[in-house]
Nanobody, 123 residues
């Protein structure tokens, strides 16, 4: 199973970006999915999560500006980021609990991380 995140880039403050995260491989189900970010010199922090029924949760710092969504048929998650601020600059990582067949265990939920996509917001 692999998570592929893309859509990052350079944008001016006040601008928008849309990140995508596609899960591929031997996937039987995708449960909770989420976006995290890590700014230079800081710890990785939660940005937003979404359940399989599309119940969402956001960090206070992004509420009202970011929207997380998912397409279960495509095993893909999105993060629409509006009104971007310089403090949103970070590498954004996707994370998901994926139902898959594990050798010796059968079906299990395994947590995966994507490789990260860099978002830079200039002032």
């Amino acid at each position: 199973v692999q998570l592929q995140a893309f859509g990052g880039g350079l944008v001016q403050a006040g601008g928008s970006l849309r990140l995508s995260c596609a899960a591929s491989g031997s996937i039987l189900s995708t449960n909770r999915m989420g976006w995290y970010r890590q700014a230079p010199g800081k710890q990785r922090e939660l940005v937003a999560t979404i359940t399989v029924s599309s119940r969402t949760n956001y960090a206070d710092s992004v509420k009202g500006r970011f929207t997380i969504s998912r397409d279960n048929a495509k095993n893909t998650m999105y993060l629409q980021m509006n009104s971007l601020k310089p403090e949103d600059t970070a590498v954004y990582y996707c994370n998901a609990d994926v139902g898959t067949m594990v050798a010796g265990r059968g079906f299990d939920l395994v947590n995966y991380w994507g490789q990260g996509t860099k978002v830079t917001v200039s002032s």
